[in-house]
């Protein structure tokens, strides 16, 4: 039910910034940075309530990429 609910989080990421793309800007919201990180939490939670470290791992990474890329946004 975690990753679901950390999909479905991800998703309502990317509609912010396709909504962004429309509205003219070329760069990474920092809306969709910041939910899209969220919903990755969740993943990174299951994946070890799950038991597959490997994929939590890797989801964590994402996440740690994804804060990098917040804090150089203007």
């Known amino acids: 039910m975690l990753s679901q609910i950390g999909l479905i989080i991800i998703i309502i ?15 990474l919201s920092d809306k969709f940075v910041m ?9 990174i939670v299951d994946g070890f309530v799950s038991g597959l470290e490997s994929l939590a791992f ?7 990429i994804a804060g990098i890329i917040y804090f150089w946004m203007d």
């Open 35 to 43: 939910i899209y990180s969220a919903g990755l939490v969740f993943l």
């Open 13 to 27: 990421a990317w509609i912010f910034q396709v909504l962004s793309l429309r509205n003219g800007k070329n760069a």
């Open 58 to 64: 890797l989801n964590l990474v994402v996440l740690l």
